[in-house]
């Protein structure tokens, strides 16, 4: 391969700086840094896990793109099993049903003119496309959009089990809103989604079942109300990475949402996940850092700082290169500070050091490539595709 084709991907875009370092030896410590660093056996173990997880369990799984911003993880999600792909955006969903990906759900209320109006090109690229509706007059003015695009669109209602962010808050509200999806000649009922994102985090496996058991009493009520009134739910989908045990056990969602378990994160490996069984997923992302300044004891600073790591939970946590006990600490924009017990330790200039994300989707939000690794070798640059606004 020219050095010209190994600079660019399939569809001809720019790679980055690390692209000419692809196959070659030991190439993942020599990255330009800071590089956001997926390990490739780890990842594909988690999408085999998951994948046979809910056929064992007979459970759909539609994982959710927020996570990785990327169609090429998401075709790769489908040919294990996933029956399409999950979107917080719009323009997550643009880039998927551009790339092929079928079964796309946006999980978030597509409002706006701008919105509505992209809505309704990919409607005419993806007729099984779907989106979710909480709000009667959303759903008035979904209808005159695709009315005038001679289109129509797949519909769930979405539930509010105690974030008040989105979603109908009630029975009767839920009960009115599918009354009116019924009615509409553009807009057609299929079920109800629901996500708690209050729960998924919670550390102790029983504490966060109770917790969550106690919210989808709400979800529960709805499905009865339906189906008295003749109208049946025949998706319910949701739940996440910290409930995808829990969501199986409790038996109300035909398919799950869950998406930060192709990565995990600090958070997450914090997260007992299964009662009686060790966590079944393995830390596949990293961000990688290099020392730019060494002049103090038992410190270094590096050039990964709030622009290479999210900052909404823990600090990242250390995964390699750095001396024993050493901690990271947030110190500026591009920077970040090391610091460890020992002054007798020192870290020389030009040292890596791996970081497990602190929170994998917006980390990976800040990054333009995933640099795919196996061992101690560079083997592919993925674009992270689905950025940006829309």
């Excluded at 980055?16 to 594909?44: C, K, Q, W, Y």
């Excluded at 880039?95 to 990906?101: F, K, R």
């Excluded at 209050?198 to 917790?211: C, D, F, G, L, N």
């Excluded at 994160?265 to 299964?274: E, G, K």
Aim: some cysteine; proline content about 4%; glycine content about 8%.
């Amino acid at each position: 391969m020219s050095r010209r084709a190994r600079l660019r991907n399939p569809g001809g875009s720019f790679l980055g700086a690390n692209a000419r370092l692809i196959g070659a030896p030991h190439s993942r410590a020599r990255l330009a840094t800071p590089a956001l660093v997926l390990d490739l056996d780890a990842f594909e173990h988690n999408l085999k896990f998951m994948a046979e997880y809910c056929r064992e369990y007979a459970k759909a799984l539609r994982p959710h793109a927020k996570t990785h911003k990327s169609a090429r993880i998401a075709a790769m999600q489908a040919r294990h099993g996933a029956i399409g792909i999950s979107t917080a955006t719009v323009r997550e969903a643009v880039v998927m049903v551009d790339a092929g990906v079928k079964g796309v759900l946006i999980t978030s209320p597509v409002v706006g003119e701008a919105k509505l109006d992209a809505l309704a090109r990919l409607l005419d690229a993806d007729r099984d496309l779907m989106i979710v509706v909480d709000n009667p007059s959303n759903a008035q003015a979904l209808e005159v959009k695709l009315k005038s695009a001679r289109e129509s669109a797949r519909v769930l209602i979405d539930i509010d089990v105690g974030m008040h962010r989105t979603g109908v808050p009630t029975v009767r509200h839920a009960l009115e809103l599918a009354r009116r999806l019924a009615a509409s000649n553009r807009l057609e009922f299929m079920g109800v989604q629901c996500y708690s994102g209050r729960i998924q985090h919670v550390s102790k496996y029983q504490e966060r079942a109770t917790a969550y058991r106690a919210e989808l009493a709400l979800l529960e009520a709805i499905l009865d109300g339906l189906a008295k009134v003749g109208l049946q739910a025949r998706i319910v989908s949701g739940g996440g990475t910290g409930t995808f045990d829990i969501d199986t056990k409790i038996g109300l969602y035909t398919e799950s949402q869950a998406g930060s378990y192709v990565f995990m994160d600090t958070q997450y490996n914090d997260v007992q996940l299964r009662a009686t069984a060790a966590t079944p997923f393995r830390t596949a992302l990293f961000v990688q850092s290099m020392v730019l300044s060494n002049n103090h004891p038992a410190a270094a600073t590096i050039d990964a700082g709030f622009k290479s790591f999210a900052m909404d939970g823990p600090i990242p946590s250390v995964y390699s290169g750095a001396p024993r006990g050493a901690q990271f600490q947030f110190y500026g924009d591009e920077f970040g500070m090391l610091r460890w017990p020992s002054k007798a330790k020192r870290m020389e200039l030009g040292a890596k050091v791996e970081f497990v994300t602190p929170h994998c989707d917006p980390t990976v939000n800040l990054h333009n490539y995933y640099h795919c690794v196996r061992g101690d070798r560079l083997v592919d640059i993925w674009p992270v595709d689905a950025r940006g606004p829309l």
